[in-house]
Nanobody
Framework: QVQLVESGGGLVQAGGSLRLSCAAS????????MGWYRQAIGKQRDLVAD???????NYADSVKGRFTISRDNIKRTISLQMNSLKPEDTADYYC?????????WGRGTLVTVSS
């Protein structure tokens, strides 16, 4: 059974930093796409950043220059380094991956940024 497990969320003051991690486990033959999404209360789930198996990255305009996504293909993990956090970054953050041709989501980790 394939699973994605996020970690690293928490409470931080505005201007601070957090690092999120997501690990894929289970019967995995291939991972083509991995990304981070977020959903604030009352809003839709939106892309934050994603990365291909080749290392190409894509960021939402709102996080460019502040967030950095990275990937370890051997460990089957992705990370999201979040700097200069703002209250509007508060949301549940979800890991998403295309594994063995199927789409998987993690359960999410809460990031709260206080002003």
């Amino acid at each position: 059974q394939v699973q994605l497990v996020e970690s690293g969320g928490g409470l931080v003051q505005a201007g601070g930093s957090l690092r999120l991690s997501c690990a894929a486990s289970g019967n995995i033959f291939s991972i083509n796409y991995m990304g981070w999404y977020r959903q604030a209360i009352g809003k839709q789930r939106d892309l934050v950043a994603d990365i291909t198996s080749g290392g190409s990255t894509n960021y939402a305009d709102s996080v460019k220059g502040r967030f950095t996504i990275s990937r370890d293909n051997i460990k089957r993990t992705i990370s999201l380094q979040m700097n200069s956090l703002k209250p509007e970054d508060t949301a549940d953050y979800y890991c998403r991956a295309l594994i063995n041709g199927m789409n998987y989501w993690g359960r999410g980790t809460l990031v709260t940024v206080s002003s």
